[in-house]
């Protein structure tokens, strides 16, 4: 019995070791698969949080670049809207001063229209008609000259160069006034210097001033105002065409008698804007028609535009 009992106590360890060196074999194989996963795992982790970094960089440069563009946007449009209200208000007060200034000229047109209708007689001799004395002469040609003095700026825009060109042109105003029927051109060439008079054509029984328009006061003018002035004649009256040669800018402007007849008016027509259209106001596309007191202001707006 004992030898059975040895020999099954020795298959039994045999076997017993057989099993556990199996069972070692397979363990030692997972453990290896096991720590081949862990560490492609930390790997492939590892890539990840790096990609994730670069990620946020970019996410934070972006967001960083939104902000900025959104608050220079912002202050534009701030800008533009100061800007925007500054000009409503320079139009609000230029409109203002427009209606005060016209409802000054209607209120001084009754009081003038007196006066201007005796200047008016006394420009027209009749025929045969001479001047009594020197005196009455004189004041004759003082009252004309004031009556022309509106004129004369408007379409030379000159004033009276000197005192002795005033002089002579006194005395030859004077001896036209015994002429029939003397035109308003023929006396305001009359009037004007040696270097802005323009050969009249008085054939046919009308006028034509077909002479060149070089005049040393309309060249100062050009100066000061930076533009080209021409002087044209239109059927609704004389007009003055001016052109800023940097921008392409043109207009023009018309003198026409207002509705009372008594005073001229300057009739604004836009035309070339040039490369003044996407800054150009709303008014300077517009026909305008303003009173020549208003020139000054008329020309601060145009250069405050075009400067």
Known sequence: MESLYKKLYDKYDKLKKKK???LDNLNKEQELKFTTYVNAADKYIEFLRSENEKLC???????SEVDSIRSTSNEQCLHYQKLLMEENQKNKALSEEVETLQKLLQE???SSSKDDNNDNMQL??????????????????????RKFGSESESECMITASSRGQDDAIEGQSAKDLSKENVSWGALLNEQLAECCKRTIDTSGGGENDSGPANCLFQALIEYLLGMKLSPYHE??????????????????????????????????????????ERVALGWMMDEIMFSTSMCPIFFER?????K
């Open 20 to 22: 556990f060196s199996e």
């Open 302 to 306: 145009i250069s405050g535009v075009i």
């Open 108 to 110: 001084g047109t009754a």
């Open 57 to 63: 960089a970019q996410v934070n440069n972006l967001k």
């Open 235 to 276: 059927s609704e009256g004389r007009c003055v065409s001016a052109l800023h040669q940097s921008t392409g800018y043109s207009f023009s402007l018309t003198w026409v008698k207002s509705k009372d007849g008594e005073e001229f008016e300057l009739l604004y027509r836009v035309l070339s804007l040039g490369t003044l």
């Open 124 to 145: 027209y001799t009749p025929e045969g008609a001479q001047p009594t004395s020197g005196n009455q002469s004189k004041e004759k040609t003082r009252k004309r000259r």
